[in-house]
């Protein structure tokens, strides 16, 4: 169940996937302080590399602009609580 | 004999004065450009060329922005845009006051440092060949 209202600003996952990110960093909060950006991070970052594979980023915080280059329909930017979070998938080797 | 000894010590003296002043000239010029960039290296797998290259292409943007009005997303823009072209895809680039992050990256592609009151994260992922399916 999440707590709060999740907001998708920007994606082109799947659904499905879309609402796994957003449980997962429900989840996240859950298990860690709203501050400790970099332990949510890694949990949704763990959590995505078990179950779709390596090569998963994340980056959650309340201030940050960024750019990078993702593989197509692996890509979601929502809000949650105060919380700004970022998940792509990279490319791995 | 005198006169000899008198002129080389004269010499010995001056050469001396210019090392010293060189060597000020130089840790000056160290300190100058440290205090002028006015960046930490938080943390870093990367080789130095690439280092300063980060450095100086987030100094230069940033002095060049209207002072005390970031734009994160442009920052970003640059130093991926620049690294992808010099060094190859793919390049990702995070730029914020506040955010934490849990990233994979490729060997030698991962710098986090600060430059003024802004963070920046760089890093660089192993591009796969597209599946032409």
Redesign the interface.
């Known amino acids: 169940m999440l707590e709060g209202k999740a907001m998708v600003k920007e994606t082109d996952m799947s659904p499905k996937m879309q609402i796994h990110a957003m449980a997962s960093a429900s989840q996240a909060l859950d298990l860690y302080d709203v501050y400790d950006c970099i332990s949510i991070a890694a949990h949704i970052k763990k959590e995505f590399d078990s179950v779709y594979g390596n090569g998963w980023q994340c980056v959650v915080g309340s201030n940050f602009g960024c750019y990078f280059t993702h593989s197509s329909g692996t890509f979601i930017y929502f809000a949650l609580e105060t919380l700004n979070f970022l998940i792509f998938k990279g490319t791995s080797s | 004999m005198e006169g000899a000894e008198e002129e080389l010590e004269r010499r010995s003296k001056f050469l001396k004065s210019l090392i010293q002043k060189k060597k000020t000239i130089e840790q000056q010029e160290q300190h100058d450009h440290l205090q002028h960039n006015n960046v930490r290296v938080r943390a870093c797998d990367m080789p130095l060329p690439l280092q300063s290259r980060a450095f100086r292409c987030a100094r230069d943007l940033l002095d060049s922005m209207p002072p005390k009005k970031l734009?994160?997303?442009?920052?970003?823009?640059t130093?991926?845009?620049e690294f992808?072209s010099s060094y190859g895809?793919?390049?990702?680039?995070?730029?914020?006051?506040?955010?934490?992050?849990?990233?994979?990256h490729s060997l030698g592609g991962f710098v986090y440092f600060s430059i003024d009151k802004v963070y920046v994260?760089l890093f660089k992922?192993?591009?796969?060949p597209l599946d032409h399916s």
């Open positions: 734009d994160s997303k442009r920052l970003a823009l130093l991926k845009k992808d895809p793919a390049w990702h680039c995070i730029v914020g006051t506040s955010f934490g992050s849990y990233v994979t994260l992922t192993a591009v796969e």
